[in-house]
Nanobody
Framework: QVQPVESGGGVVQAGGSLRLSCAVS????????MAWFRQAPGKEREFVAA????????SYLDSVKGRFTISRDNAKNTVYLQMNSLKPEDTAVYYC?????????????????WGQGTQVTVSA
């Protein structure tokens, strides 16, 4: 299994931007579908965005469409989440996840490798 490691979280004011990165080691990165999930206090972990192995297909949670962009660089074994026009309701721990067999899936159970998470806090 691969091992994802997230970075780039922080505190930002509403309307601001952050770029999350997820460096993946331990396997053939281009063989894995990748996704970002998030979990706010007291809530279940939810799907945010996914990208196919080759990077040609993406999908998003409705509430982040037009604000967030997922991308990947297979030469650098890294997936990104560019977050613009951030809102207080985007505050959560953001997790990077990898799946060998279920690319473009929104279910947490489809992903077999997870990072430790990075905190994103958006102040009003």
């Amino acid at each position: 299994q691969v091992q994802p490691v997230e970075s780039g979280g922080g505190v930002v004011q509403a309307g601001g931007s952050l770029r999350l990165s997820c460096a993946v080691s331990g396997g053939t990165f281009s063989s894995y579908g990748m996704a970002w999930f998030r979990q706010a206090p007291g809530k279940e972990r939810e799907f945010v965005a996914a990208i196919s192995r080759g990077g040609d297909r993406t999908s998003y949670l409705d509430s982040v469409k037009g604000r967030f962009t997922i991308s990947r660089d297979n030469a650098k074994n890294t997936v990104y989440l560019q977050m613009n026009s951030l809102k207080p309701e985007d505050t959560a721990v953001y997790y990077c996840a990898a799946t060998r067999f279920y690319s473009m899936n929104a279910r947490t159970s489809s992903y077999d490798s997870w990072g430790q998470g990075t905190q994103v806090t958006v102040s009003a």
